[in-house]
């Protein structure tokens, strides 16, 4: 028979839901198949991004201008881009200046099928990402497809996807916080990196989760 802590824990989870960014696993199989939890889907004209202490999807602002997101956008549970994902971009950009933006790692996941509803668990097989640096904070973009998709899942790695929709994903990053007649937001994509090292990204942001949310544990296996 299971301890009555762990008996506790498991009537609690059926009285309430999962913390998007705590309460669910990565994944098994993780950094190659992850579970992405999404915030945005391309319909969207509205920007909803988690609120970090409820667990619940908010509304960051409405989209003043048409920039829509290209594809399913949301988050990898239990991961943090702290100390160990900021030295990586600066090895990686020869520079010194940056910082982790201490949020979970963002993850872009594009399928062939539509959907229409966030806040949702996508499985996503991971194929590269963006170097992406946001006024000197690493803010890295993981690339993957659904799991099982009938078109996308013929793709192996970032090299496999067509280059007129790598240059869709860079210019809605690019350009999605910028205002008309307001000073330009400084932000750019350094590199495009492959399934390898956007594995490595994922595995540094697990251990800056796992030194940030140490006391977490108790609550989260």
Not at 1 to 6: E, I, Q, R, T, Y
Not at 196 to 221: P, R
């Amino acid at each position: 028979m299971k301890p009555l802590s762990d008996q506790i824990f498991n009537l609690m989870t059926l009285l309430y839901n999962a913390h998007p960014w705590h309460g669910i696993e990565l994944g098994k199989e993780s950094p190659e198949v992850v579970n992405s939890y999404i915030e945005m889907v391309p319909t969207d004209t509205v920007k909803y991004e988690l609120d970090k202490a409820s667990g619940l999807l908010k509304v960051d602002r409405p989209q003043k201008f048409s920039s829509m997101p290209p594809m399913l956008y949301g988050l990898l549970p239990q991961t943090y881009c702290g100390k160990r994902i900021a030295d990586f971009c600066n090895e990686k950009t020869n520079r010194t200046d940056i910082v982790g933006d201490k949020d979970p790692l963002d993850i872009c996941v594009l399928t062939e099928r539509p959907i229409t509803q966030s806040n949702i668990i996508v499985p996503a097989v991971v194929i590269g990402g963006f170097r992406m640096i946001d006024n000197n904070e690493a803010d890295d973009k993981i690339i993957a497809y659904l799991k099982n998709d009938l078109v996308y899942s013929e793709w192996h790695d970032i090299n496999d996807v067509p280059v007129i929709l790598i240059e869709r994903l860079k210019h809605y990053f690019l350009t999605y916080k910028d205002i008309p007649g307001q000073k330009k937001h400084v932000c750019e994509i350094s590199h495009t990196y492959d399934r390898q090292e956007a594995h490595q990204v994922i595995l540094k942001s697990c251990e800056d989760y796992s030194e940030k949310f140490s006391g977490l544990d108790t609550f989260t296996n």
